[in-house]
């Protein structure tokens, strides 16, 4: 068992997460922090923005926007993904994508 995946919500039983229903939870968003478990920094340093422009889109101003709940960040000078954990019900298989990302990684994770 993965540690990251400890530390999600839910218990792994045989490799798979049981579910907990969102109103359960206690907090709002999910980080995903640039560095590994063990301390190593994550590559490539754009993980955060490829990750998040799998979800975006561009808008009438050809910009390109950021899906609402999925967020690239800089936190202490570490590169993050900032999760609203609203993603698990309205599109459950990109929460479920960044997860298993998360946890085959081994990317360092905590909850706000």
């Not at 579910?19 to 301390?39: C, F, H, Q, W």
């Not at 590169?79 to 998360?102: G, H, M, Q, W």
């Amino acid at each position: 068992m993965l540690a990251a995946a400890k530390r999600m919500h839910g218990k792994l039983h045989n490799g798979k997460r049981d579910s907990i229903p969102i109103m359960a939870k206690k907090y709002n968003t999910l980080i995903i922090e640039g560095v590994r478990e063990d301390g190593s920094k994550f590559r490539p340093s754009d993980w955060a923005e490829r990750l998040s422009t799998t979800l975006a889109q561009f808008g009438s101003d050809h910009r390109l926007l950021y899906a609402k709940g999925v967020q690239p960040v800089m936190r202490n000078g570490v590169k993050c993904l900032v999760i609203n954990t609203d993603l698990e019900v309205n599109n459950p298989s990109a929460y479920r994508y960044i997860i298993e990302f998360s946890d085959a990684n081994h990317l360092r994770t905590h909850q706000e």
